[in-house]
C-alpha cells in the first residue's frame, strides 16, 4: 500500500510531507497506480519549491519522499501551500475513487 502523510503545526501549516510504499496490483515500471501516486508526489514538492520559493529539507529516493517545511510560512506563501496541498490530496482521493483504498492518507497535528 502507498501511505502519504501530511503532518501540519498547529495553525494547520504543512510541516512535513511523507509519500512511501508501493501498490502491489503490478510489477515495477508497470504499475500505473504508482506512476500516478508518484508524479503526483513529485509534482507536489516541485510546486513547493518552484512556484511558493519555499526551500525544503530531507530525501527522495526510490520508493520514499520526505520532506520538511521551514518554520515560519506565513501569509501568500501559506495560502498557496494550502492551495497546492489540497490539490495534491485531491488527486491521491482521485486514485482511490477508481482503483480502490491503494492509497493510505494520514494528516497528523504536530507542534
Do not use: Q, W
Not at 516541485?46 to 515560519?72: A, E, T, Y
Not at 477508481?98 to 497535528?109: A, D, P, R
Amino acid at each position: 500500500m502507498i501511505t502519504v502523510e501530511f503532518n501540519y503545526g498547529s495553525k494547520r501549516v504543512l510541516k512535513s510531507f511523507v509519500f512511501s510504499g508501493h501498490d502491489d496490483s503490478a510489477a515495477g515500471g508497470e504499475n500505473i497506480i504508482c506512476a500516478a501516486a508518484s508524479a503526483l508526489a513529485l509534482n507536489f514538492s516541485r510546486s513547493v519549491i518552484k512556484l511558493l520559493k519555499i526551500k525544503l529539507s530531507g530525501v527522495i529516493k526510490k520508493g520514499l519522499i520526505n520532506l520538511s517545511l521551514p518554520d515560519g510560512i506565513g501569509g501568500e506563501s501559506a495560502g498557496g501551500l494550502h492551495l497546492l496541498t489540497e490539490s495534491v490530496k485531491l488527486g491521491f482521493m482521485s486514485i482511490n475513487e477508481k482503483y480502490g483504498e491503494v492509497i493510505k492518507i494520514i494528516e497528523t497535528i504536530k507542534d
